[in-house]
């Protein structure tokens, strides 16, 4: 069984399953739910279950990556992007668009991947 890089709008019992199984498999935990008030994905990522912390560098590289979603989301919804917070070991980001959704988790699931 190959390992899921993120779990999106699912039951609070599969995102426990799915943060123990990240805490076996030493990888990040990144989950995404949408936000019922403008219908785009609030996602989270948690750094705690696994023996990672992100360098300044890759921080800036997902606000880099986070600019972009803003600017995607301003220019085809009509909600704004609701806001982010990032250091070294969790991260939110509210507002990230259905269409880029598996790009985005997929794309931070792989910085955290990298040898540094």
């Known amino acids: 069984m190959t390992f899921r890089k993120y ?5 609070m019992f599969e995102y426990d399953k799915y943060y123990r199984d990240c805490q076996q498999e030493n990888k990040p935990f990144i ?4 936000n019922p008030l403008h219908k785009n994905y609030f996602v ?4 705690m279950t696994c023996n990672y912390e992100l360098s300044t560098s890759e921080q800036d590289s997902i606000k880099e990556l986070t ?3 803003i600017d995607y989301v301003q220019s085809n919804s009509k909600y704004d992007f609701q806001g ?3 250091d070294k070991e969790l991260a939110w980001f509210d507002g990230i668009s259905s269409e880029r959704l598996d790009n985005f988790c997929n794309s931070l699931y ?3 991947q990298k040898i540094s």
Request: a negative charge.
């Open 7 to 11: 779990l999106g709008d699912s039951k």
């Open 31 to 34: 989950k995404a739910k949408i």
């Open 44 to 47: 989270q990522i948690d750094l």
């Open 67 to 69: 600019q972009h979603e």
């Open 84 to 86: 982010f917070s990032i």
């Open 110 to 112: 792989d910085l955290t």
